[in-house]
């Protein structure tokens, strides 16, 4: 059974500031992997899906890579917005099926 | 684009009633659509996936009785919460894929249900 876990579950950073979320998963046999971001009380925008043959995607101030041999995603934010402040939630997808098994996600927020 | 849309948006409602949530893929068709449900502080569990025309999968330890799913177009799919309890208090959200991209699910905005 896939398990997909996000470390830290919060962090706070200053305005401008580069930071890391992290994203680990059990089973690295994977389709693809996908990065979202949920505001408070909202749905999900997704920002960047990476598939299981690529090695990072980049959307802006976004940069998420995936090693899936370790079993791991990064999502890279460049010079951090009060606008960012949000939860992040990855998502592994697996070959033959649809479902998204999503991660217990990272509160983020940004002080200005 | 691809719009998804969900209504209501939140709903009170007293135990022992049935609720209705609607989704609908505003500027697409959707042959798939999935339920999701997130209890506070927790990550998305998939609930069901629901095909248009046929009979929704549900995820193991899904009440299919108690979470009636119906998917009778390309655009709508209403998930029927049955006899509600406070336990099923959560936040349910819905996504759909086009037809013709089989890669990214899009997500609706959620539909916050409080079981009195």
């Known amino acids: 059974k896939q398990e997909v876990t996000q470390i830290p579950a919060a962090l706070s950073v200053p305005e401008g500031e580069n930071l890391v979320l992290n994203c680990s998963f059990t089973d690295s046999a994977i389709y693809n992997l996908q990065w979202f971001r949920q505001d408070p009380g909202k749905g999900l925008t997704s920002l960047l899906l990476i598939q299981s043959s690529q090695r990072e995607q980049t959307s802006g101030r976004l940069n998420a890579s995936l090693d899936k041999s370790s079993g791991r995603s990064t999502l890279y934010i460049a010079a951090s917005q009060p606008g960012d402040s949000a939860t992040y939630l990855c998502a592994v997808r697996h070959f033959g099926n649809e479902k998204l098994t999503f991660g217990t996600g990272t509160r983020l927020t940004i002080i200005p | 684009g691809a719009v998804v849309s969900q209504h209501p948006s939140w709903v009170i409602c007293k135990s022992g009633t049935s609720v209705k949530i609607e989704c609908r893929s505003l500027d697409f068709q959707a042959t798939t659509m999935f339920w999701y449900r997130q209890f506070p502080k927790q990550s998305l569990m998939l609930m069901a996936t629901?095909?248009?025309?046929?009979?929704?999968?549900?995820e193991q330890g899904v009440e299919k009785d108690k979470f009636l799913i119906n998917h009778a177009s390309l655009t709508l799919s209403t998930l029927t919460v049955t006899s509600a309890h406070p336990e099923d208090s959560s936040f349910y959200i819905c996504?759909?894929?086009?037809?013709?991209?089989?890669?990214?699910?899009?997500f609706g905005p959620g539909t916050r249900l409080l079981v009195l």
């Open positions: 996504s759909a894929r086009k037809v013709a991209a089989q890669e990214t699910q899009y």
């Open positions: 629901s095909n248009e025309g046929s009979k929704a999968t549900y």
